[in-house]
């Protein structure tokens, strides 16, 4: 496999790769480190690739373990996992304000989730993975994914509506 190659087969997903570091790692210079990291993994390897049956899957996995490898290591004691999505449409000042709120409120309730919950969140929710790619990704079965998935997003709506509904309710 050539250069030109290689980055016909990454170039698809690479993005996806600095998303979920990003996800994972808050900071942008360590979720570029940490996409590059893979990046070079993936090019030395480059030979072996081709009896991959998604590379996609491969990288997104190799993505996911270097960055949690990097949350648990005495560097990344300073790191919070949080993301920095934003709202993209043209809107009042107000809706943006509001917007801005609630998307402040999702990322702090999603930081009470358990890991395995945020990142199938954000695989199938913010990154579009199908449940097959997610349960090769993280190494469980399509089920278990479902479940997980159904879980979090229980969790951020209950949470959410406790949230926008505080003092207005009769419990």
């Known amino acids: 496999m050539d250069q030109k190659e290689f980055i016909k087969v990454i170039s698809p997903f690479k993005d996806r790769l600095y998303r979920l570091a990003k996800r994972l790692l808050v900071s942008n ?43 648990k290591s005495k560097r990344a004691t300073e790191m919070r996992i949080v993301h920095s999505n934003y709202t993209d449409r043209q809107a009042g000042l107000q809706q943006q304000a509001e917007d801005r709120d609630s998307w402040e409120w ?21 990154e579009q993975y199908e449940f097959e ?37 009769n419990n």
Do not use: F
């Not at 999702?106 to 969140?121: G, R």
């Not at 997610?134 to 979090?152: H, Q």
């Open 29 to 71: 210079e360590e979720a570029e480190d940490a996409t590059q990291e893979v990046l070079v993994k993936l090019w030395n390897n480059k030979a072996k690739l081709e009896s991959y049956s998604s590379v996609e899957a491969l990288a997104m996995t190799m993505t996911k373990n270097y960055c949690l490898d990097q949350l």
């Open 133 to 169: 790619e997610i349960a090769k990704i993280m190494d469980m079965n399509e089920t278990a994914v479902r479940v997980a998935l159904s879980r979090a997003r229980k969790t951020m709506r209950e949470q959410l509506l406790k949230t926008h509904s505080y003092g207005t309710t």
């Open 106 to 126: 999702a990322e702090k309730i999603m930081l009470t989730l358990p890991e395995q919950q945020k990142l199938i969140l954000q695989m199938r929710d913010i």
